[in-house]
């Protein structure tokens, strides 16, 4: 991934919790995860899919204290922006292992596809589960676009700042060697 790349999806994932922030966000009950795609949000930068879905609904009113001095918003600001940027790296080297653990075959090398995977990331960094949400047309790059993301499952140290709560994220994990 560029550097290029990493400034894009930081400035999509700002804008994104920017908006939700100034929209403010649904209160209805968290749903639990299932297969479907309504529980994800996709962010497409340039051909590069990561989403996030938050597992848990919060207000504006939660986020700033009607009677917050500005010291503490200013802190607190500070902490989101921590916590965004951890989030922006920690999804970084999730996507950057994965993509290392692909085995295509030399055989397999002149192949090229893109296979969308959803993935829930658990506290310890675990992968609870796994699921081919767009296939990349071949069945041999979908076979080994789930055996990456399984191999790379808790080799990623998740930071604590991120909190206890699962993450799911749909990736693109592309298959263009050679190009």
Not at 18 to 45: C, Y
Not at 69 to 76: F, H, I, L, Q, R
Not at 133 to 142: A, N
Request: proline share 3%; charged share 25%; net charge negative.
């Amino acid at each position: 991934m560029t550097d290029g790349e990493r400034t894009a999806i930081a400035v999509v994932l700002s804008l994104a919790v920017h908006w939700l922030v100034l929209i403010g966000w649904k209160t209805e009950a968290p749903r639990t995860a299932g297969p479907e795609t309504d529980d994800i949000v996709v962010i497409d930068t340039s051909g590069m899919e990561i989403g996030i879905s938050l597992a848990t609904s919060i207000t504006l009113e939660q986020t700033v204290p009607p009677a917050a001095s500005t010291e503490k918003t200013s802190a607190d600001a500070a902490a989101a922006e921590r916590r965004r940027e951890a989030m922006t790296r920690y999804l970084d080297q999730v996507s950057e292992s994965i993509h290392a653990h692909r085995r295509i075959s030399d055989a397999g090398r002149h192949l090229v596809g893109n296979a969308l995977c959803r993935i829930v990331i658990e506290s310890d960094g675990r992968f609870s589960s796994v699921a081919i949400l767009r296939g990349s047309g071949d069945v041999e790059l979908d076979a080994d676009a789930m055996e990456a993301v399984r191999s790379t499952s808790g080799a990623v140290l998740r930071p604590r700042m991120l909190g206890g709560n699962a993450i799911t994220i749909a990736l693109t994990i592309k298959y263009q060697f050679g190009l």
